[in-house]
């Protein structure tokens, strides 16, 4: 019952990725941005538009993945969470740049197929 502050946190991540992007330090063939929540966001609307901000100023696809992993059975998190993964470039994303899992669709699978995942959402 407490809170869920993603998009300050994907806010903080998101300026950090452009920054290192800016003085040429991100990796060349992409990088994943793995969270781990237990409910739906304070704002759903910052977290969808810091998410639609961000793949504008991607260049291709396989720059960024954005893996959300929905820790419990919070069904209007897993709504939200539906939405982002499946509906953000109809809000105006440049790409589908998220990719979203509960717990037990990723049981059995090693953190790289969870990665691979997200990349090839």
Same mark, same amino acid.
């Given at each position: 019952? !407490?809170?869920?502050?993603?998009?300050? #946190?994907?806010? &903080?991540?998101?300026?950090?990725?452009?920054?290192?992007?800016?003085?040429?330090?991100?990796?060349?063939?992409?990088?994943?941005?793995? #969270?781990?929540? &237990?409910? *739906?966001?304070?704002?759903?609307?910052? #977290?969808?538009?810091?998410?639609?901000?961000?793949?504008?100023?991607?260049?291709?696809? @396989?720059?960024?993945?954005?893996?959300?992993?929905? /820790?419990?059975?919070?069904? !209007?998190?897993? *709504?939200?969470?539906?939405?982002?993964?499946?509906?953000?470039?109809?809000? !105006?994303?440049?790409?589908?740049? #998220?990719?979203?899992?509960?717990?037990? *669709? /990723?049981?059995?699978?090693?953190?790289?197929? /969870?990665?691979? @995942?997200?990349?090839?959402?």
């Amino acid at each position: 019952m !407490g809170r869920t502050d993603l998009a300050s #946190v994907l806010q &903080d991540t998101l300026n950090n990725y452009f920054q290192r992007k800016a003085a040429g330090k991100t990796k060349a063939n992409g990088e994943t941005i793995l #969270v781990i929540t &237990d409910g *739906e966001p304070d704002d759903r609307k910052a #977290v969808m538009r810091l998410i639609i901000e961000a793949s504008r100023q991607l260049e291709r696809n @396989e720059e960024m993945a954005i893996s959300l992993i929905q /820790v419990g059975k919070d069904p !209007g998190a897993r *709504e939200f969470l539906k939405a982002l993964d499946d509906q953000l470039e109809a809000a !105006g994303a440049k790409f589908d740049i #998220v990719d979203t899992k509960t717990m037990d *669709e /990723v049981e059995g699978l090693s953190l790289a197929e /969870v990665l691979l @995942e997200a990349i090839a959402d």
